[in-house]
């Protein structure tokens, strides 16, 4: 008798599963080189250390609201007006459980059992994973060189007339190659969506880390998209859990009643760290300044190590590598090089069923030293 639904058969994420195996090496006394997931090892700035501290000590920790503290709301929506110039009302933003708990909500508010929405391969696992377990059809469009590794309007169109889409998930920077969407081109899929009846979800997290890319947000194209954003990456708080989501206005009812159905509230330490984050930008650019370092170590290395066919890397932390000189199962490769020289690396199984046996995605959100010494093992293994 199989007593799990059949819905809960989810596929599992590698870049969590290689972590886990890499933490069990240094458990065991091994020197490990974290490489695999997309974590800065920055730690979370003073400031908004400090402001959880002051929150602890109040001690006044409880309930808030389903949509999020309302100066959070306000000082999100300030973001977009000091960055992009654009006027988000704070009624349209909404505080989630991280990037990931802002999915679950714009999935079930937006598409019904059943649906089909489209996402670029290669591409977050957790879009596609997290689609399936909700019923919905996770519909990958094979990106390729031709397209700068990026979704087209003709490529939507073309599996739009095949599959009929209801929704299309982006991120620009993409995870797992750091690839972006020059603004003309974004602008084009705004409209493509537009036109097609399609609903556009764009992931934004990675914006912050972008190393001389023209980087703008979808909501300068149009108000009828929904962002997606964390604090996570840029604003090095992981763990803390917290995220948000722009959304048109009148959704935002829908996704309180889901809110407090489903998570009564977001974390309020969390959520007042959040707000203090934002007068973190001189530390925080600091630690970008160290990610740019180890994106230049491993663009001029990673050639002489016979690993230099690599995706356009304009944002996040991450390099996407071709090995099918040497493999053509990244998985084996992954779990056999954290064995050998424990550097935990993401096999590319996790973000594209065709093309990711001869992928690899590393991480440089670690110190330069470790990335340094990473290389040099690889360096070791692979001669």
């Not at 019923?135 to 490529?155: Q, S």
């Not at 973000?351 to 959100?365: C, K, V, W």
Request: net charge negative.
């Amino acid at each position: 008798m199989n007593d799990l639904s059949k819905r809960s058969v989810i596929a599992p994420i590698q870049a969590i599963d290689l972590m886990t195996a890499a933490f069990d090496l240094q458990r065991k006394g091994r020197s490990v080189i974290h490489m695999a997931v997309g974590q800065p090892a920055a730690p979370t700035p003073w400031v908004v250390r400090e402001a959880a501290e002051r929150a602890v000590r109040d001690g006044k920790i409880g309930y808030t609201e389903a949509l999020g503290i309302p100066s959070l709301r306000e000082r999100i929506a300030c973001y977009y007006a000091e960055t992009h110039g654009l006027e988000i009302a704070p009624d349209r933003v909404v505080v989630t459980t991280g990037s990931s708990g802002a999915f679950n909500l714009a999935f079930l508010a937006l598409f019904d059992v059943g649906d089909n929405v489209a996402l670029p391969a290669p591409g977050y696992p957790a879009y596609r994973n997290i689609l399936k377990t909700l019923g919905l059809g996770a519909i990958e469009i094979p990106t390729t060189e031709d397209t700068r590794w990026t979704i087209t309007p003709d490529m939507l169109a073309e599996a739009h007339a095949r599959h009929d889409l209801k929704g299309l998930i982006l991120a620009s920077p993409n995870n797992p190659n750091g690839t972006m969407i020059a603004p003309k081109d974004l602008a084009a899929i705004v409209e493509a969506c537009k036109r097609l009846g399609i609903r556009l979800i764009m992931d934004e997290i990675y914006h912050g880390l972008v190393y001389g890319f023209p980087t703008e947000t979808a909501l300068s194209f149009s108000d009828e998209v929904v962002v997606i954003n964390s604090f996570s990456k840029y604003y090095c708080m992981t763990g803390w859990r917290i995220g948000w989501m722009v959304v048109p206005e009148r959704f935002t009812r829908t996704l309180e009643c889901l809110s407090q159905n489903l998570s009564l509230c977001v974390n309020a330490v969390a959520q007042i760290a959040g707000q203090a984050a934002f007068d973190a930008t001189e530390e925080l650019e600091q630690v970008k300044a160290g990610y740019a370092a180890n994106r230049d170590l491993l663009l001029e290395r990673l050639p002489s190590l016979g690993l230099g066919k690599l995706h356009p890397a304009d944002g996040a932390f991450y390099l996407y590598a071709d090995v099918a000189h040497v493999t053509s199962d990244s998985m084996q490769f992954a779990r056999k090089l954290l064995q050998d020289t424990g550097v935990a690396v993401t096999p590319g199984i996790d973000f594209d069923s065709i093309l990711g046996p001869q992928h690899i995605r590393l991480s440089y959100a670690g110190s330069q030293r470790d990335v340094s010494e990473g290389l040099d093992r690889i360096e070791g293994w692979l001669k």
